[in-house]
């Protein structure tokens, strides 16, 4: 079974209930850290560098041959690359195409509509994927090097080896609701979504729910740092939008604590180990005990 928790923004304890949920289920399981902008899931899981399998990825940029381009030799020709690229990535500068790599998507269209062969991909490395096992748990990573701007490539490489393990695996998907999101969460069974008692938290978590519906992915919620009777804008919601609540973590400092200090709280107390296996449990009795 594979199980995407997200959240609306950061700071929520996404990757608290992740850590956990991995650290708890019983027998070999994966932990999948997607927010390959600021990771930090390793962190919990520590490992030697010696024993990391490291690759590097790499994405495909357009590189233009201005001697090829039509546009060197008449400043009327076609630019057919530009009016092909919805993302805007190229445009036209006097006699010669400009690339803009921050928004390219790497789809190949404006190689493909060169009528002048002017324009090949060159592979550009992006950043790494870091794999490696603590314990029952194979922990899988990844990390966009400095100045990139498109992370997709890495969180599909990790998804694409964490669903080769056919395994339990919970994915730390990364904060919002934008494309690594949504890359994140489309092989996901579940999806759990954690909020915090804000109403900025509410209204970051009505844009989450709404992305899991459009995708049509079943989902239920967990409030973090809840407070028995003190105002939940977070809980408001759940009530208005008729959203399960899987579970509500107390407020708590020492958990807070340990998640400080990236030490799983399920094998530093019994009563949080017990917590969040309550949680698994309740997502196996969902799949008919299952988790395989």
């Known amino acids: ?43 919990y899981f520590r ?74 991909e060159e592979a550009r490395p992006i950043g790494h994927v870091y794999d490696y096992k603590v314990g029952n748990t194979r922990v899988l990573s990844g990390q966009m090097q400095t100045k990139q701007a498109f992370g997709i490539p890495i969180i599909a490489k990790i998804l694409e080896l964490a669903k080769k393990g056919k395994l339990t695996t919970i994915i730390d998907c990364p904060p919002g609701s934008a494309c690594t999101v949504m890359e994140s969460i489309k092989d996901a069974d579940f999806c759990i979504v954690v909020s915090e008692p804000s109403v900025f938290g509410a209204h970051n978590m009505k844009m989450v729910v709404q992305l899991l519906r459009l995708f049509e992915k079943p989902f239920a919620a967990i409030l ?13 919601l759940c009530e208005e939008e008729n959203i399960e609540v899987l579970h509500r973590i107390p407020f708590d400092v020492q958990i807070a604590h340990y998640h400080s200090e990236a030490r799983i709280a399920a094998e530093e107390e019994d009563r949080f180990k017990e917590m969040f296996e309550s949680i698994l449990k309740r997502l196996t009795r969902r799949f008919g005990g299952d988790m395989e």
Do not use: W
């Open 224 to 236: 973090n740092k809840y407070v028995e009777g003190a105002e939940n804008p977070s809980e408001t």
């Open 1 to 43: 079974m594979i199980v995407a928790v997200l959240s609306g923004k950061g700071g929520t304890g996404k990757t608290l209930v992740s850590v956990n949920l991995a650290s708890v289920v019983e027998g070999d399981s994966i932990y999948v850290d997607c927010d390959v902008e600021e990771p930090n899931g390793h962190l």
């Open 47 to 120: 490992a030697e560098e010696s024993d990391k399998n490291i690759e590097t990825i790499s994405r495909l940029y357009p590189v233009v041959d201005s001697s090829k381009c039509l546009l060197s030799q008449n400043k009327d020709a076609c630019a057919k690359c530009v009016d092909f690229c919805r993302f805007n990535a190229l445009a036209r500068v006097g006699e010669r195409i400009q690339v803009f790599d921050q928004v390219c998507h790497s789809c190949g269209g404006c190689a493909v509509v060169c009528p002048a062969q002017a324009i090949t």
